[in-house]
């Protein structure tokens, strides 16, 4: 077995076909997570996450359901955050 040293990847066990699909599942019908916007790929032995959400807490909060639910899935993380607070400037529509 070999382990990368990135922080958002684990390489434990083999990748199965249907792993894409149950992950994708998990995200989108837990209630604990229920994302639409985030998307499931699988590239070799790794599955990636991918997508937006609104807290680093909340992007925690789903990898952590994740490795919980699929303990020692390849898994890289490529969540970003997206903007949760108000324009600092008022928009002027012409």
């Keep these: 077995m070999t382990t990368q040293h990135h922080a958002d990847i684990e390489t434990n066990r083999p990748l199965?076909?249907?792993?894409?699909?149950?992950?994708?599942?998990?995200?989108?019908?837990?209630?604990?997570?229920?994302?639409?916007?985030?998307?499931?790929s699988r590239r070799e032995h790794t599955l990636i996450l991918c997508g937006d959400v609104e807290s680093v807490q909340r992007r925690d909060e789903i990898v952590r359901l994740v490795r919980e639910q699929f303990p020692g899935i390849d898994?890289?993380?490529?969540?970003?955050?997206?903007?949760?607070?108000?324009?600092?400037?008022?928009e002027e529509l012409s």
């Design 16 to 40: 199965d076909e249907y792993a894409e699909a149950e992950v994708q599942r998990l995200l989108t019908e837990d209630g604990r997570v229920a994302e639409q916007g985030l998307t499931v």
């Design 75 to 90: 898994l890289q993380v490529d969540i970003g955050l997206t903007r949760a607070n108000a324009p600092a400037e008022a």
